[in-house]
C-alpha cells in the first residue's frame, strides 16, 4: 500500500502528521538565530606580540621569523600570514575547514608558550587570540561632546569607564573597542639641554622612576589578638608629585624631574583622529559573538544607550554612526516580503487553472506546512534566519507547491472524466506517486553537490541548498498525504461554469490544441528539432565560456567607504588635510545621512596616521532614487583630484567581507631581498596599471618610510665605558614613547611614558643633544658614539607561508568584470616572476577562484547525480539521458536573459543555473514517465508519447508558471541586498521560461529517438 492510499483511507492520520510538521515548525522558528549571513567560524588564530620601538626589520628577526619557525609544524595548517611594523608583530594562522577552532587555537598556544625562550625578553608576551568571521564590529556608536568642554583623554575614559563595561555585559555581545582610543598616560617630557645642563642621563631618570613609584607587599603584623595588613602603597598618580621626584643631589645641589622636564596627565598616543559629522568624538566599536542574532545584539545595544546616557555627564550624547545591523534588518524585510508576494502569485496561478477556490485551498495548504516544517529542520541542522536560507525559502514556494499541484491536477483531471472524488482520489494519486518521488528526489539530489561548496564563500550556501532540499523533500510528503486526503472529502468537479470561467478553458484548450498540432509537426521534423538541440548545445558551452564573471554582485548596502592614504611617514596634520577636503565632498551629496571619520583607527594595532577612513550612511532605501553604486561612481573623479593623498571611494563586499578588500588580490612569495622584491612587485604594478578596467593598484609594500639607522662606534663607546645596550636603552627612554612604569588612577592601571618634548623630536639632528654617562662620570654627547645615516626602509614587512610576500591590489570599474580582469592580471604575474618566485590569491579572488572551481564541479555532479537516481527510479540507462537533455535548453534561456539583463555569471547566478538542472527535470520527468505508462497498456510509441504530453500539458504549464511566478519577486527585487536577488531570480525565471516552451517539443522527439535507436539495438526500453 502506498502512502496515498493509507491517507485516503486514514485522513485523520494524514491530517495529524502535517499538523505536527507545523507545530514543530513553530516551535523551532522562535529559536531561529537571526543574521545576516549564515555563521561560517574560520579557522584563524592570531598572535599579536607588542615589542615598542622596534623596527620592522628588528620585529621581523626577532620575533615575526622565530614564532613562524615553531608554528610551521602544527598540523592541519592552510597558510600563515604576518605583518612585521612598527613595534608590533601580527601572525595570522588559518587553518583547515575541517579542523576546530578551539583545538588549534590550543596547539597554537602550546607552540608559542614554548617557544617565549626565542623572542627578546623586553617584549611583551604574545596575544593569541581566536579569529572568526564575524569579528568586525556591528556597529560605532560616538560620544559627542556638544559643549566642546572635554579633552579627547577625559571622553576616552568616560568611553572606557561608563560605556564600554555596560555594552559588554549585553547579552550577545562578544567584546567592545574603543576606536582612536586616546587612553590616559603619565606623560614625562625631557628637554635634552636641560638633562646636559643638570648632568642627568636618560638610565637615571629611568631608574629614579621605576625606584619611586612601585607598590609591593609589605605583609603582616600578627599580636596575640590582633593582626595587622601592612599596606605600603608607594605609586604615584599625581604629576605633581612626579615631577618633585629628587634624580640627584650634586654639591648640595637637588636635580628633579621637574628641572629638566615637565609631567603632565596625557596620553599613550596623539596619532588618531576621530570626526562624526565634522566633530571631534570618541568611538565605542560593538562586536557580536560568533553566533549571536545580529538583530537582537543591535536591539539590545540600542535599549541600553539610554540607561547609559543618564550614567555619563549630560552635555556628551551617544550616537550610532554606522549601523550594519540596519543593512540586515532592511535585507531581510525585502526577503520577507518577496516570500509573501511570491505565495500569493502562486496561489493566483492555481486558481485561474483549477477553476476552483477548494483546489486551491487544498494545494495552497502545501506551503504553508512545507515552508513552516522547513523551519525544524533548519533548527535540527543548527542553522539560522538569514539572507541565503530565506532566499531559499522564497525560491521553495514554487516547488513546494509543484508536488501538490500535480497531484491535485491529476484527481481534478479524473473527476473531468468522471470518476468519483473518493475514485479519483484513488486512481489519480497513486497514478502520478511516482513521478511525484522522482521529481522529490531528483530534486534533493541536486542540492547533496551544492552543499558541499568550498571556500567561506560557498560554504555559506550550504545552508541555502539544505534549506531547499529540506522543504521539496517535506512537499512531496504533503503532496502524498495531505492533498489526496483532502481531495477525496472535499475536491468535488463542477460542470457549470461561468462565463469567465469558459474564457480560461477556451484559453487553455487554444493552447493545448495549438501544442498537439506544433508537436506533430516536431515529430515529423526530428532533424530540425535534432539541429535545433544540437546548435542549442553548442551555443550554451560557448556563453559559458565567454559570460562575464564575477565573484557576487555589487550590493546596495546603503554605505559608502572611502579610503585615504597618504605618503608613509606622514603625520596625521598631513593627512587631516585631505582627509577634510575628502569630509567637504561628502557632505554636498544630499543622500550621505551621516559620516564617521578616522585617521590611523587603531581597532587592536598600533594607529597609523597616514592611512584614513570615512563611513558615510546614506539615507533609507526607500526614501533615495540614486543608489550607492552611482554615487560612488560619481566620488571617483572628485576624490582622485584631491591632492596629497590617495583617495577612492568603494562599495562594501557582499557576503560578510571586510570593507576594506578589493576586487583583485594576488600574493607574491620569494624569500628574496627587499629589494628585489621591489624590483619585480614595480614592473608588475607598471604593466597593471596599462590594464583598462582597473584601477587604485597598489601594494602592501611599503619600503618607502624615512628611517634614521643608527651605526655605533663600538671602540669609542667601550673606551668611554658605555656599552651599546646603554646607548639603547637610553633612545629607548627618550624616543620609543614606551611604557616605562605604571600607575594606577581611579582603580585603573596606566602606563607612565618617558620621552623628548616633541619640538626636540621633529628635527633628527637633536638626536645629538641626548648624552651619556661615562665610567668616569662625565656625560658624554650621544654624536660621538654614533652615526646617524637617513635612509628609506619598509614601515611593515609581510610574510606569506614564511616568505616574504607582497599582495598586489587593484579595483574594478564599473562595466568590467572579475574573470577577465583577474586572468589579465594573473598573465602579467606569471610573466614577470622570475626563479624562486611564485604567486597566489587572496581576498575575493582566492574566494572566486575556489568557488568558479567548486560550482562547475557542482554542476557536473548535479548532472550525474540526478542521472544515476533517475536510472535507478525507472530501471533504466536511456531514459535519464532523455530527462537530462532539458538542461542544455535551461542553460541557454538562463544565460541569454542574463545576458539580455546585463547581469554577470556570479556566485547567485550560477547556483540559480544548478537549481535549474532539477527543476526542468520535472517536466520531462511527467512526459517520460506518463509516455512509459501508455507504451505499459499497448499504445503504439508515437501515439503514447501524444497522448503523454496532452495529458501533461497543463501540469507542467502550471507548475511551470507557478515556479516562474514564483522567482519572478527576486527577479524584480529592489531594496537593501537587491542585486544579488536579482542575479539568481533573473537566471531561474529566464531558464524556465525558455526551457518549458522548448522542453515541450525537444523532449518527446528524443524520447521516440532514443527508444527506436535502443530497439535496434537490441535494448526494448519498457
Known amino acids: 500500500m502506498i502512502i496515498s492510499d493509507l491517507s485516503i483511507k486514514r485522513p485523520v492520520l494524514a491530517t495529524v502528521i502535517n499538523l505536527l510538521i507545523i507545530i514543530i515548525g513553530v516551535a523551532a522558528l522562535s529559536k531561529l538565530a537571526v543574521r545576516e549571513y549564515p555563521d561560517i567560524e574560520t579557522p584563524v588564530v592570531s598572535i599579536t606580540t607588542t615589542y615598542l620601538g622596534a623596527s620592522p626589520e628588528t620585529i621581523e628577526n626577532t620575533i615575526t621569523e622565530p614564532l613562524e619557525q615553531a608554528l610551521n609544524g602544527i598540523r592541519d595548517i592552510r597558510s600563515i600570514r604576518s605583518i612585521s611594523s612598527n613595534g608590533v608583530s601580527s601572525i595570522n594562522v588559518e587553518f583547515q575547514t575541517s579542523r576546530a577552532i578551539d583545538d588549534a587555537a590550543n596547539d597554537v598556544n602550546n607552540v608559542i608558550q614554548s617557544a617565549l625562550g626565542k623572542i627578546p625578553q623586553s617584549a611583551d608576551k604574545p596575544i593569541i587570540a581566536k579569529s572568526t568571521a564575524n569579528s568586525q564590529a556591528l556597529m560605532w556608536i560616538v560620544l559627542v561632546d556638544k559643549k566642546k568642554k572635554y579633552t579627547p583623554e577625559l571622553l576616552s575614559d568616560i568611553a572606557d569607564r561608563q560605556v564600554k563595561t555596560p555594552l559588554q555585559i549585553l547579552p550577545g555581545v562578544g567584546s567592545i573597542l574603543i576606536g582612536g582610543q586616546r587612553k590616559y598616560a603619565m606623560r614625562i617630557w625631557l628637554d635634552p639641554k636641560k638633562m646636559s645642563a643638570k648632568n642627568v642621563s636618560p638610565d637615571e631618570i629611568r631608574k629614579t622612576i621605576l625606584d619611586n613609584n612601585l607598590q609591593l607587599p609589605a605583609g603582616q603584623i600578627k599580636g596575640q589578638t590582633r593582626q595587622f595588613n601592612v599596606l605600603a602603597d608607594g605609586q604615584i598618580s599625581n604629576p605633581k608629585i612626579f615631577e618633585s621626584l629628587i634624580i640627584k643631589e650634586e654639591n648640595g645641589n637637588i636635580v628633579r624631574i621637574k628641572d629638566i622636564g615637565s609631567v603632565e596627565l596625557g596620553s599613550t598616543n596623539y596619532d588618531t583622529i576621530i570626526r562624526f559629522n565634522g566633530e571631534s568624538v570618541v568611538a565605542v566599536g560593538v562586536i557580536k559573538q560568533s553566533k549571536a542574532n545580529e538583530l537582537k545584539v543591535a536591539e539590545e545595544v540600542k535599549k541600553s544607550l539610554p540607561s547609559i546616557r543618564n550614567s555619563i555627564p549630560k552635555d556628551i550624547d551617544l550616537v550610532i554612526a554606522v549601523d550594519n545591523s540596519r543593512f540586515v534588518k532592511a535585507s531581510l524585510r525585502e526577503v520577507t516580503n518577496s516570500l509573501a508576494f511570491a505565495f500569493m502569485l502562486v496561489i493566483l496561478v492555481t486558481l485561474i487553472f483549477l477553476k476552483s477556490k477548494t483546489a486551491t485551498l487544498i494545494a495552497s495548504l502545501s506551503i504553508p506546512v512545507s515552508i513552516i516544517g522547513t523551519f525544524a529542520a533548519m533548527y535540527a541542522l543548527d542553522f539560522s534566519a538569514n539572507v541565503l536560507t530565506l532566499l531559499g525559502l522564497v525560491l521553495a514556494i514554487g516547488l513546494v507547491v509543484d508536488d501538490a499541484i500535480v497531484v491535485l491536477e491529476n484527481i481534478f483531471r479524473r473527476q473531468e472524466m468522471g470518476e468519483d472524488k473518493l475514485k479519483a482520489a484513488f486512481n489519480g494519486s497513486k497514478e502520478i506517486a511516482f513521478p511525484v518521488i522522482a521529481t522529490t528526489v531528483s530534486l534533493v539530489a541536486v542540492f547533496i553537490p551544492l552543499s558541499t561548496l568550498t571556500g567561506a564563500v560557498g560554504r555559506q550556501f550550504k545552508e541555502f541548498a539544505l534549506t531547499v532540499a529540506a522543504s521539496v523533500a517535506i512537499s512531496g510528503i504533503v503532496a502524498l498525504t495531505l492533498i489526496p486526503a483532502l481531495c477525496s472529502k472535499f475536491l468535488q468537479f463542477k460542470k457549470e461554469k461561468n462565463h469567465k470561467v469558459n474564457i480560461t478553458d477556451k484559453a487553455i484548450n487554444w493552447l493545448n490544441i495549438g501544442y498537439q498540432k506544433n508537436l506533430r509537426w516536431a515529430i515529423k521534423n526530428k532533424t530540425v528539432i535534432s539541429i535545433f538541440l544540437i546548435i542549442n548545445i553548442i551555443a550554451s558551452g560557448v556563453l559559458v565560456y565567454t559570460f562575464p564573471k564575477t565573484s557576487t554582485p555589487i550590493e546596495d548596502r546603503g554605505l559608502i567607504v572611502t579610503i585615504v592614504k597618504a605618503p608613509q611617514g606622514s603625520t596625521n596634520a598631513y593627512t587631516n588635510r585631505t582627509q577634510i577636503e575628502v569630509e567637504k565632498e561628502i557632505t554636498m551629496i544630499k543622500e550621505v545621512e551621516v559620516y564617521f571619520s578616522a585617521i590611523g583607527l587603531a581597532a587592536g594595532g598600533p594607529a597609523n596616521p597616514s592611512n584614513g577612513l570615512v563611513f558615510s550612511r546614506l539615507i533609507d532605501w526607500d526614501k533615495r532614487k540614486v543608489k550607492q553604486q552611482d554615487l560612488v561612481n560619481q566620488l571617483f573623479p572628485k576624490f582622485m583630484r584631491l591632492p596629497g593623498a590617495f583617495v577612492f571611494p568603494i562599495n562594501p563586499p557582499s557576503l560578510g567581507g571586510s570593507a576594506l578588500t578589493k576586487d583583485i588580490e594576488v600574493v607574491i612569495k620569494s624569500s628574496a631581498d627587499i629589494e628585489e622584491v621591489e624590483q619585480i612587485t614595480n614592473s608588475v604594478i607598471s604593466k597593471i596599471k596599462q590594464l583598462p578596467g582597473l584601477i587604485n593598484v597598489d601594494s602592501d609594500l611599503l619600503i618607502s618610510n624615512p628611517q634614521l639607522n643608527i651605526v655605533f662606534n663600538r671602540e669609542k663607546a667601550s673606551d668611554l665605558g658605555i656599552s651599546v645596550a646603554d646607548i639603547s636603552m637610553s633612545l629607548q627612554v627618550l624616543l620609543s614613547e614606551g611604557k616605562t612604569n605604571d ?119 548535479s548532472i550525474i547525480f540526478i542521472y544515476l537516481v533517475l536510472a535507478g527510479l525507472f530501471e533504466s540507462f536511456i531514459h535519464p539521458l532523455t530527462i537530462l537533455l532539458s538542461v542544455p535548453l535551461a542553460l541557454l534561456g538562463a544565460l541569454l536573459t542574463l545576458l539580455a539583463c546585463n547581469q554577470t555569471l556570479n556566485l547567485y547566478s550560477a547556483i540559480g543555473i544548478i537549481l535549474l538542472v532539477g527543476l526542468v527535470t520535472k517536466n520531462a520527468i511527467l512526459i517520460v514517465e506518463m509516455a512509459n505508462q501508455s507504451r505499459a497498456n499497448g499504445d503504439e510509441l508515437t501515439n503514447a508519447v501524444l497522448h503523454a504530453s496532452e495529458v501533461r500539458f497543463r501540469p507542467i504549464i502550471m507548475t511551470s508558471l507557478a515556479m516562474i511566478l514564483g522567482s519572478l519577486p527576486l527577479a524584480l527585487a529592489h531594496g537593501a541586498g537587491a542585486e544579488s536577488r536579482i542575479a539568481m531570480g533573473t537566471a531561474i525565471v529566464g531558464g524556465l521560461a525558455f526551457s518549458t516552451i522548448f522542453t515541450l517539443f525537444v523532449i518527446p522527439v528524443v524520447y521516440i529517438f532514443i527508444v527506436k535507436s535502443a530497439e535496434k539495438l537490441g535494448h526494448p526500453q519498457k
Open 743 to 861: 600607575f594606577i588612577l581611579r582603580s585603573k592601571q596606566y602606563d607612565v611614558i618617558t620621552g623628548l618634548y616633541p619640538k626636540y623630536k621633529s628635527i633628527p639632528d637633536n638626536i645629538k643633544e641626548i648624552y651619556l654617562r661615562s665610567k668616569n662620570g662625565a656625560l658624554v654627547s650621544l654624536d660621538s658614539l654614533i652615526d646617524i645615516k637617513p635612509v628609506v626602509a619598509p614601515s611593515q614587512i609581510n610574510h606569506y607561508d614564511l616568505q616574504r610576500s607582497v599582495t598586489i591590489t587593484a579595483s574594478l570599474l564599473p562595466g568590467f568584470t572579475l574573470g577577465p580582469a583577474l586572468e589579465k592580471v594573473t598573465k602579467i604575474v606569471k610573466d614577470e616572476l622570475k626563479e624562486g618566485f611564485s604567486y597566489t590569491y587572496s581576498g575575493v579572488s582566492r574566494e572566486f577562484t575556489e568557488t568558479s572551481a567548486s560550482l562547475l564541479l557542482t554542476f557536473i555532479l
